[in-house]
């Protein structure tokens, strides 16, 4: 007969825990490294800082979305020049056809 373990007297488990108040969520307290009283944040990956409140490739976010844009616009320039050019090759071709074999037409 399997019996639950008694909660231990003293303890709330619903109070948020160090890491989720002075540590924002995104790492754990822990004593610092030369010991003393005050606990320090030891961050999750990809964030730093004394809270955890930065992230480490928050700096990248505004350069990488720019030249993301850049290429995407690039690229559909780049269609709509070939599409231009492909255009004019036709419009010749039909034009030299015209000539060559007699038709009348219009271009």
């Not at 944040?41 to 955890?52: A, P, R, V």
């Not at 992230?55 to 290429?71: D, R």
């Amino acid at each position: 007969m399997a019996t639950a373990l008694p909660a231990p007297r003293g303890l709330d488990l619903s109070l948020p825990t160090c890491g989720e108040t002075q540590c924002s969520g995104r790492g754990t307290c822990a004593p610092p490294p030369g010991g003393g009283a005050n606990l320090v944040c030891d961050c999750h990956l990809g964030y730093q800082g004394e809270s955890c409140e930065d992230t480490v490739n928050g700096a990248l976010s505004l350069p990488l979305t720019l030249s993301v844009l850049a290429v995407i616009v690039g690229v559909v320039l780049l269609a709509f020049v070939c599409a231009k050019v492909r255009q004019f090759q036709k419009k010749k071709r039909r034009k030299n056809a015209a000539k060559k074999f007699g038709y009348d037409i219009v271009v």
